[in-house]
């Protein structure tokens, strides 16, 4: 079975950092897409930046870029979030996925909120 499990947020002041990991486990992790998805209370969930682990190509969405750095250790089938210059509006939970022969899978959410 497919399985994503989300770690590393918690409660930082605004400025700070946090690096988030998600593990995966049930696919060959350098063959599908992944990516960190976020949903702030009352907002629809936003994609935040993807990677193809198998050519390290990567995507952010304006909000982030330039502040967080998303990366992939293959041999341990690990996405990882790195987030820099914390803001209030970047609280939210966040959430990994990866497409999986067609279909979306979603890893338990972490909590990050920012303080100002």
């Known amino acids: 079975d497919v399985q994503l499990q989300a770690s590393g947020g918690g409660l930082v002041q605004a400025g700070g950092s946090l690096r988030l990991s998600c593990a995966a486990s049930?696919?060959?992790?350098?063959?599908?897409?992944i990516g960190w998805f976020r949903q702030a209370p009352g907002k629809a969930r936003e994609g935040i930046s993807c990677?193809?682990?198998?050519?390290?190509?990567?995507a952010y969405a304006d909000s982030v870029k330039g502040r967080f750095t998303i990366s992939s250790d293959n041999s341990k089938n690990t996405l990882y979030l790195q987030m820099n210059s914390l803001k209030p509006e970047d609280t939210a939970v966040y959430y990994c996925?990866?497409?999986?022969?067609?279909?979306?899978?979603w890893g338990t959410g972490t909590q990050v909120t920012v303080s100002s």
């Open positions: 996925k990866a497409r999986v022969g067609g279909t979306d899978y």
């Open positions: 990677i193809s682990p198998s050519d390290g190509i990567t």
């Open positions: 049930g696919f060959t992790f350098s063959d599908h897409e």
